[in-house]
């Protein structure tokens, strides 16, 4: 093999014999921290055994993703050969022939990617499972590695979420970690400090650093505070409607009759709705249409929403809210003094971009001579209510060419996630749907493969679940039961209002079911038992406390239901008092006034008689034995889960009121107040050891991104098409914004030009979107997919989950 010289990030090696030289040279490598891809026409083990080399001599560097090896390759060279360096083929013909071997493990497509030419700008579209931000990551080092004054600090990687932004980082200094554990060399210890520096947000969380730092340009002088203003735009909603009616007395004569609270909601929903979309209805760069009615409906609108959003502008000063960090990046100025902060930007998750953002990213790129990198995928587009589209790649390749910037395009077709023959059947449905949906594309270049378990027979497996009900419940119970002990299993819904419902049949039936749901923690059962024990210290005389309050597990005692439904609410009363009296509960009333409240919670939270833990634990116990689940190890989980709960709480309470609650109304406002409005905390879960026997529920929208080794779709019949009391439809003309809105008041409907005009185009788009919605929600799957069989069938229009997948198991 000849002398490899100026190579900083990867090495790809083909033997046919392996000397004692080779390995001490590929081991040097890996220490000075080359990835090195090498091919045997052998095994590993063979070689190493024929030169008397440990077994275990690279264990190290192949745990920690340094080495890769791929055995029992074709014999397509009598020698030894160097491939590759650093992404530069020095063997096209071999690299080629290697290539072509779709069973091969080496992955060439994102070798490419990583390794590709540093001085253009890329998009990669990155089907279901094909390790997009692996990529991403190994990219970001080969560049800091290849290219001379390349600091992390000089890239921006902008994500969906805040949580996907934390677990970017994390990856990336894992990986630094992976290198130092192999070399030793402290320039990884360096780098993991500069990953820290790295720019990795949100687009909200990038457009407030921008707006912070050279927010001068577009007026703002002050660092700016991210608020909700939910009041103020009712108030400037009321405010607007005001102004109609002392200035265009003709026009608010057409809504004069209808109830007053009933407009107002109407017009904030077509407000939020363009703020969804990022649009500023008074900027003067572009024009927003409400189009015309016969009724001068439009007008209304439009004098409204502009006259609202300028009061509320008014009233914000140095405060901001999410939808304005987005509205000034439509603000070139805001960026013009960036050149040369940033050398790239890349952006995750790309296809659920607006307009706005699409724009942004292409003028940022233009302005200060960054490159950019844009990965996602079109049919994973589901954020259409958000003001995405599924053309956001058209658009970026359309700005970039604007621009004659120079434009790369991948697309990563290997699926690291699911078994291979169910990933076959999974492509059949959607090639099948491809071709009776016109807004959901699905070509052979879309095909996702796998490599994993390919010798096992895997497909999706029909069950029929027409309801909710005993039979239901046991297939639930049967599927945790005989899964294996580390195996996710996920039930997936198109909208909270099914998962609402799930929930209620898994606890009702003793199924452990845990519901993702962001900011949910003041919903929790533990948050809701101690409210209302909060409400039974406050208020003696109240039915309905009392009631609650008696069949939480503070109390956990049987109710005699024909006493509530027959007898006066005064002995209804005299009976729910006698069950506390019981149980010794005055002890604690009487001195509610008299002692510090957080010494009561705690004494009647460690008090035997109410300790609502064990009482958690009896009730979940009892119920589960009934069902004839295991109900040991049920009411444990369940349990363990309202306790890190309440917990929580006690906490959060603690250090809110420092010890120093003045009164218990103080605590129950406190706590209306939390569960009213607070969505920011989010539940607490045990451990990844106990999750896996809950099965985790969650819309299609939350799980994307994720992966669980079962996915069931439940709910296939739920339509998508239907009326709505206000419906809205945003569409983009170059300068011109046009809003085709329809709003029902009373008995009347009003609609406008706009929306006559794309209301057909807009059933073709929402039925494209749940397309992908469905293709997302199939490709979580890891193991097993179970969709529901109840009527399904090929139907001949489409308007839920069923007719799609009808339409196709013919085809299947």
Known sequence: MDKITEFNYSLILYFTEVLEEDIERILDFIKKGITVHLFLSNTLEEELELNEYDLNIFKNEIDNNLLFVYENQEQVSDGNEIIAIDGDIKNTKLYDKLCKDKDSKFNNNQYEIITSYENSNYIIVSGAGTGKTTTMINRLIYLRKKI????????????????????????????LERYFSVTKDPKYLDMMDEATRCTISTIHGFSKRLINKYGKNIN?????????????????????????????????????????????????????????????????????????????FSQIVKIVIEKAQKYLEENKEYEVEIVDLMKKLSYRELFTEAKGEYDLIMVDEFQDSDNIQIDFVAN??????????VVGDEKQSIYRFRGAEHTAFDRLRQALKENNNLLEEFTMVRNYRTDSELLNEINDIFINIDS?????????EDYI??????????????????????????????????????????????????????????????????????GSFYRHEAVRDFYIMIKALVDTSSTSILYSFVETPYINKNINKGIILTESREKVNEYLSS???????????????????????????????????RGYYTKEYLRAKANGRDAEKIAKIKTLEYKLNLEH????????????????AALEQFLRLKISTDDSVD???????????????????????????????????????????????????????????????????????????YLKDEKSEIIGEEARLLYVAMTRCKKNLYLNSAGLAATEGINNWKSLIGGARTYV
């Not at 009776?436 to 052979?444: C, G, I």
């Not at 069950?579 to 409240?597: G, H, P, S």
């Not at 006690?650 to 218990?664: A, G, T, V």
Request: aromatic letters at 14%; hydrophobic letters at 35%; charged letters at 30%.
């Open 148 to 175: 001379q004054g390349f600091t992390f600090d000089k890239a921006a990687l902008i994500t969906f979420t805040n949580k996907a932004s934390r677990e970017m980082r994390e990856r990336l200094i894992s990986v």
């Open 220 to 296: 703002i002088n002050k660092n700016v505070k991210v608020r909700s203003f939910k009041f103020f735009r009712q108030k400037a909603i009321t405010e607007a409607l005001n102004d109609l009616y002392k200035e265009h007395r003709e026009l608010y004569n057409v809504i004069k009759y209808y109830p007053h609270y009933d407009i107002e909601a109407k017009l904030l929903s077509i407000w939020n709705k363009l703020d969804n979309y990022s649009i500023d209805v008074n900027y003067i760069n572009y024009n927003v249409d409400f189009g015309v009615d016969e009724k001068n």
């Open 364 to 373: 940022f790129c233009n302005v200060t001579g960054a490159k950019l990198m």
């Open 436 to 444: 009776r949906v016109d807004r959901f594309r699905y070509k052979e």
């Open 449 to 518: 493969y796998s490599l994993i378990n390919s010798d096992k027979i895997s497909n999706i497996k029909y069950v029929s679940l027409p309801e909710y009900n005993e039979e239901c419940a046991n297939f639930y119970h049967d599927v945790l039961k005989n899964k294996d002990s580390n195996d996710y299993v996920a039930v997936l819904f198109r909208s909270n209002n099914d998962i609402k419902e799930f929930k209620e049949f898994c606890d009702k039936n003793s199924i452990p079911c845990r519901v993702d749901i962001s």
């Open 579 to 613: 069950i506390l009296d019981d149980k010794k509960w005055t002890k604690y009333r009487d001195i509610v006034q008299e002692k510090n409240v957080l010494e009561i919670i705690d004494s009647i939270i460690s008090d035997d008689e109410f300790n609502p833990i």
């Open 649 to 664: 709480l006690l906490y959060l309470i603690k250090e809110n009121f420092s010890d120093n609650i003045s009164s218990i």
């Open 683 to 757: 539940t607490r879960k045990p451990s990844s050891f106990y999750e896996r026997d809950f099965i985790q529920c969650s819309t299609v929208h939350k799980a994307k991104g994720l992966e669980y080794d079962y996915v069931i779709l439940p709910k296939l019949t739920n339509r998508f098409i239907t009326s709505k009391a206000v419906d809205v439809i945003v569409r983009t003309n170059k300068n011109t914004v046009e809003v085709g809105y329809k709003v029902r008041l009373g008995d009347d409907e009003y609609s406008n030009s706009n929306y006559s005009n």
